[in-house]
């Protein structure tokens, strides 16, 4: 609009959005039909319509630099500096559980991180962007996309 000024991001939020648009394509490709991908790049272009022509297209750019399912999935898993879990309060000798876990993207300033619950099967659910500076407390990044983030975060471990 005419006359509004954009608001200026501080360094921790323009580095949560920046990896909120990695996070995003990373998904993105996680999720891609790739069969699909391989039958259509295995077929004669002279045999490919324009829809099919245009499904590939799109199907490449959603791939991005990824060759295929594995490769998204080990970089994902290479991304985080950590990945760590915590228990709730429990009585002393009883079994305790990982029922919050934490996965720190970046640190210092600004630092980035992951956070949520775990359900009973230790899946990452109600997960949240958070981003810090110096001198600055932690703040959740209001433009994540839970989802996406839920998809991401079900790529890790979080049992012994």
């Not at 648009?21 to 991908?37: F, G, H, K, P």
Request: aromatic share 8%.
């Amino acid at each position: 609009m005419r006359g509004m000024k954009k608001e200026k991001l501080s360094h921790a939020e323009e580095n949560a959005r920046a990896w909120m648009e990695t996070i995003s394509e990373q998904v993105a490709a996680l999720e891609m039909d790739w069969e699909r991908l391989e039958e259509l790049r295995d077929t004669d272009p002279a045999d490919l319509d324009e829809d099919e022509r245009v499904e590939l297209s799109e199907l490449v750019n959603t791939a991005g630099e990824f060759e295929d399912r594995e490769n998204v999935e080990d970089r994902i898993r290479e991304e985080p500096l950590s990945v760590e879990v915590r228990s709730g309060w429990y009585s002393p000798g009883g079994d305790s559980f990982p029922e919050e876990f934490m996965i720190l993207l970046s640190m210092g300033g600004p630092a980035l991180r992951i956070i949520g619950e775990l359900d009973e099967n230790l899946q990452p659910i109600r997960c949240r962007l958070e981003h810090q500076d110096w001198g600055t407390p932690w703040t959740g990044w209001r433009d994540a996309d839970r989802d996406v983030l839920e998809t991401w975060a079900r790529q890790f471990y979080y049992g012994d």
